[in-house]
């Protein structure tokens, strides 16, 4: 395998890490605009520990994972309070905050931004990605996944029916914060050096918006709308400076071709009675 190609599936595996961190709150209908701050955590927890502590990188990583978690599980219950562009606002502040935090703190390099001593090579990090999109497809399997729906759908049925929406949501936040933050972990000892202006606002956008592409409905839907952000824009290379703007027009006239993403239930249910049909 090529470096390039390399590259481009390291990229792509870290955006679908990513694109997972999302999902989870979204599937509860929680908008999560500060996911590059716990990202931020991760990876500035996880380097920590390796450069000064001695720790190796698997449990450094778990550890930035656990701080990230700690840190989505004891903010998100005041910020879950608020509702639609008003979450998404307190969890947009809150992804400010923590990378301004990391941008003033000397410990860690502060703005000249900090070294990692210890590498994770790609096939770590192809490993994470999978193992993050079993793990989702494990949980799309569960009760959770259902309760999931349930809140998404009519909270207030929800609560009628015995399940804790406050719980669900603050669960989902707080898993998506853990994946989130293990992503950025596994980030900074593979490419050795981070820096906070690297977890802004612009890469919760960009992860938000593979979600909302590939769709919401379905456990797939991140997977592939992290795949058409990564790849297509490199199959479009040829193109040199217009290949920005050919994209933005694919992406335009799939979001009004398909606005519900591209992978919906319905259409996994074709395919299944397509399969049984044959």
Sequence with gaps: MSGYLTGVLVVLAFNVIAAYAVYLPLAAGQLNLGIAGFMAIGAYTAAYLTNEMGWTILPAVVAGGAAAGLVGLVVGLPVLRTHGIYLAMATFALGQVISAIFLNLDVVGGAAGYPVTEYAPPAAVF????????????????????????????????????????????????LGAIVAGVGGGLYAHHFSFIEAQHFSVL????????????????VWGPLVGAGFFTLVPELLRAGDQYRYAIFAFVLILFM????QGLVTTAMLRLRRRAGSAA
């Design 256 to 259: 009004a071709i398909r606005p």
């Design 127 to 174: 490993g994470l990605a999978i193992g993050v999109v079993l793990f989702m497809l494990l949980l799309s399997s569960t009760r959770f996944a259902l309760y999931l729906a349930a809140v998404k759908g009519d909270p207030t049925v929800a609560d009628l029916l015995g399940i804790s929406v406050r719980g669900i949501q603050a669960a989902a936040f707080t």
């Design 203 to 218: 890469l919760s956008v960009f992860t938000v918006l593979y979600v909302l592409f590939g769709g919401t409905q379905t």
